[in-house]
């Protein structure tokens, strides 16, 4: 599912609940990692995350589902990218402009992705 497809299908969504719960849809769509890819813990999250990479193509894990549907949009934002390409992108907007009900807490997780995102 690409990022695009990610965005339209919240954009159909009014409810906060039922859009938090496409969020965790998403998250199922994570393919596994593969052999080879160089994973890193996200330092700053609550929960267990992970963000893998094998050269330009992206993966992650999270222990939490909730937590996964928001690395499986993040991970669909950059997916395919060059880390130059990355650095140029505003992902803490793009982000944001989705509207997602989150807490402080997963802000601050959020946060921690995007950064590592960025500083490829």
């Given at each position: 599912?690409?990022?695009?497809?990610?965005?339209?299908?919240?954009?159909?969504?009014?409810d906060p609940v039922m859009r938090l719960e496409l969020v965790m849809e998403f998250g199922?769509?994570?393919?596994?990692v593969p052999d080879g890819a160089a994973c890193t813990e996200i330092v700053g999250c609550s929960s267990f995350v992970e963000i893998c990479r094998l050269g330009n193509n992206f993966y992650g894990r999270a222990d939490s589902a909730?937590?996964?549907g928001v690395v499986?949009?993040?991970?669909a934002m950059v997916d395919g990218k060059a880390p130059e390409?990355?650095?140029?992108?505003?992902l803490g907007s793009e982000f944001a402009s989705l509207n997602l009900n989150l807490?402080?807490?997963?802000?601050?997780?959020?946060?921690?992705?995007?950064?590592?995102?960025?500083?490829?």
């Open positions: 599912m690409t990022y695009q497809d990610m965005k339209s299908a919240l954009m159909l969504v009014d199922k769509t994570i393919s596994d909730l937590v996964r499986a949009i993040l991970i390409q990355i650095k140029k992108m505003d807490g402080a807490g997963r802000l601050n997780g959020i946060n921690s992705m995007v950064r590592f995102l960025q500083n490829l």
